[in-house]
Structure formats: structure tokens, C-alpha cells
């Protein structure tokens, strides 16, 4: 079991693929591809982000404190994937992709209207972290298309597709299914 040490990297499986929704001064709609974020409290229920000063996003989200985040689907991949890679400083990323910014119903945010889960964000706080600055979002409601709510009425992560990004080698990765039930294959071990 000999592990080889690689140094100090931002390393994490899986990344997860989150695109955060913003309005800049104007009112105009951009989207941000982000790795870096994650559920960070459940009470209150929040996420976190982390975003470079560069970006219009970091922008945004000083000025307006409110955001969503949308979870793409597979199917949406190169979409999700521009949203990386082109600036919301010049270029209108709806526009270029063809997809549908909805405004919010809770917060002053736009989201992808074709993704599936939509998580609508009000900035609690941030923190300075090197070049990123970690925004931490209240979530004020969670948005879920009918059409990937299984028969228990929850949302059904086999239906939402959702994919992950390996920041090492800079490829997608989709989940393959259920491996295990939570709170529940560790009892096992108990016994």
C-alpha cells in the first residue's frame, strides 16, 4: 500500500460541475463554469464557492450578494464546459450557447432554464483564500424539474445525469450508479 506523494494540488474526486448564474450592474445575464464549490452547512442549508477576482462572476457576486446554481446534464456537457472557458467581460454566454437564462423567483440571479436542478443563493459571507475568494450562499430554494423526480418525489440523480470534473487530468467524468445505500452498507462492519 505504498502511495507516492505529488505534492500540494487542488485534488478532489469528484469535483463537482456547477454553474453559477449572475446578473453584472446592467441586468445582463452571465453563467460561470465552477469546480470549486460544495454544500458547506445544513442549518442553514448553504453552499460555497470559490471564484478568481478576474472573472466577471467575482464581480457580480460583490455587487448584486445573490447567485444560483445550475447542475447540467451530460447531455449539456460542451455547454457547461464553454461557460469555463470564454469571459462574461465580452461575450454574452446565453447568447453563444443558445440556452435560457430564467431569472429567479427567490433571488436576483438568472439560471440555465434547461438544466435540471437549480439552486437559488442569497451571499451570507466570504472568505479570502490565495487568488480565490470562497462566496457562502443561503440557499433560498431548490428548483428540481419534474421530469427527473423519481416515484418517492425526490430528485433522482440517475435521471438528473449529473458530471464531474477531474481537475489532474482536465476530463468530464458521469457516475456509473448506485453503489451503495448511505447510512446503511457501514452496519455491515458493525457487527
Known amino acids: 500500500m505504498t502511495k507516492r506523494s505529488i505534492g ?6 469528484p469535483h463537482p460541475v456547477l454553474i453559477i448564474g449572475t446578473y453584472d450592474v446592467s441586468g445582463r445575464p452571465n453563467a460561470m463554469a465552477a469546480a470549486w464549490g460544495g454544500i458547506c452547512s445544513s ?8 471564484v478568481q477576482k478576474a472573472r466577471q462572476t467575482y ?3 460583490v455587487e448584486q450578494r445573490e447567485f444560483t446554481i445550475s447542475i447540467p446534464p451530460v447531455d449539456y456537457v460542451r455547454e457547461a464546459d464553454y461557460f469555463g472557458i470564454v469571459s462574461g467581460h465580452d461575450t454574452d ?12 423567483d427567490r433571488v436576483n440571479a438568472p439560471y440555465v432554464g ?4 437549480v439552486l437559488e443563493c442569497r451571499l451570507l459571507q466570504t472568505v479570502e483564500i490565495g487568488v480565490h475568494t470562497q462566496f457562502i450562499g443561503e440557499i433560498l430554494d431548490v428548483k428540481v424539474d419534474e421530469s427527473v423526480i423519481g416515484p418517492d418525489g425526490k430528485p433522482d440523480i440517475g435521471k438528473i ?4 470534473y477531474d ?25
Not at 446565453?94 to 437564462?101: E, K, N, V
Not at 451503495?180 to 452496519?187: E, I, L, N, Q, V
Open 8 to 13: 500540494p494540488r487542488t485534488l478532489l474526486y
Open 43 to 50: 442549518r442553514p442549508p448553504a453552499v460555497a464557492i470559490s
Open 59 to 61: 464581480e457580480n457576486l
Open 93 to 104: 454566454k446565453f447568447a453563444a450557447t443558445g440556452l435560457t437564462p430564467v431569472k429567479g
Open 114 to 117: 434547461e438544466f435540471p436542478v
Open 161 to 164: 445525469r449529473p458530471f464531474a
Open 167 to 191: 481537475s489532474m487530468r482536465q476530463e468530464y467524468y458521469g457516475f456509473a450508479g448506485v453503489v451503495a445505500k448511505a447510512f446503511s452498507a457501514g452496519k455491515e462492519v458493525k457487527r
